[in-house]
């Protein structure tokens, strides 16, 4: 079993970053994949970012690619979401959540992703 908890979200100005993180419990955290989502008012919850286990491999959503980074830290049970150059579309409940199969690749899907976070709102006014 994994709980995850979000923080760092806020309200910020377009152009502007926000670093949030995930802390989780649980000993078997390092054999996760991990993951962020985000979910607009009226949308479907989407794909942001997935990092593999070992930190080596990361994928990014079109959308945020190149302004996001994800990166995890094993030994503190953390994973991160550096977001920078954010734009009012990035206004959403930012969620953290994990994937115990590291065997199958980074998922987009978020059924895939067995435990999740209650989220963290991100707002970037414009």
Do not use: H
Request: aromatic share 12%.
């Amino acid at each position: 079993q994994v709980r995850l908890v979000e923080s760092g979200g806020g309200l910020v100005q377009a152009g502007g970053s926000l670093r949030l993180s995930c802390a989780a419990s649980g000993r078997a955290f390092s054999r996760y994949v991990m993951g962020w989502f985000r979910q607009a008012p009226g949308k479907e919850r989407d794909f942001v970012a997935a990092i593999s286990w070992s930190g080596i491999s990361t994928t990014y959503a079109d959308s945020v690619k190149g302004r996001f980074t994800i990166s995890r830290d094993n030994a503190k049970n953390m994973v991160y979401l550096q977001m920078n150059s954010l734009k009012p579309e990035d206004t959403a409940v930012y969620y953290c959540a994990a994937d115990r199969d590291s065997n199958s690749g980074l998922s987009s899907y978020p059924p895939r992703y067995e435990y999740w976070g209650q989220g963290t709102q991100v707002t970037v006014s414009s």
